[in-house]
């Protein structure tokens, strides 16, 4: 059984930065693709960037270049940095992890955790 635990997020203004991260605990999701996902009101749950069990990482088009994920094996943590952050930004995010091959989309993620909230004004 995997549990993911979110922490940091917040509110900032327009270009500035925030960072989030996941706590992982349990040792099944070695090897698994670690993800974060957001969702804004009213809109689809959007992948953001995925780390992949090659270890290549995956982002959406609209956060290249300003968002940064991470892992640590050793604090079995996932982490997002967030740089030049604009008002689009503005979501409850999750962090997910699941079998890659499970995952066609954002929404196929079997784990998911309870989400922290990035608000950009």
């Known amino acids: 059984h995997v549990q993911l635990v979110e922490s940091g997020g917040g509110s900032v203004q327009t270009g500035g930065s925030l960072r989030v991260s996941c706590t992982i605990s349990g040792d099944s999701y070695r090897g698994w693709c670690l993800g974060w996902i957001r969702q804004a009101p009213g809109k689809d749950a959007e992948g953001v960037a995925v780390?992949?069990?090659?270890?290549?990482?995956t982002y959406t088009e609209i956060v290249k270049g300003r968002f940064t994920i991470s892992q640590d094996n050793a604090k079995n943590t996932l982490d997002l940095q967030m740089n030049s952050l604009e008002p689009e930004d503005t979501a409850m995010y999750y962090c997910?992890?699941?079998?890659?091959?499970?995952?066609?989309?954002?929404?196929?993620?079997?784990?998911w955790g309870q989400g922290t909230q990035v608000t950009v004004s």
């Open positions: 780390m992949n069990d090659d270890g290549s990482v």
């Open positions: 997910a992890a699941d079998w890659c091959d499970a995952i066609a989309a954002a929404g196929d993620f079997g784990y």
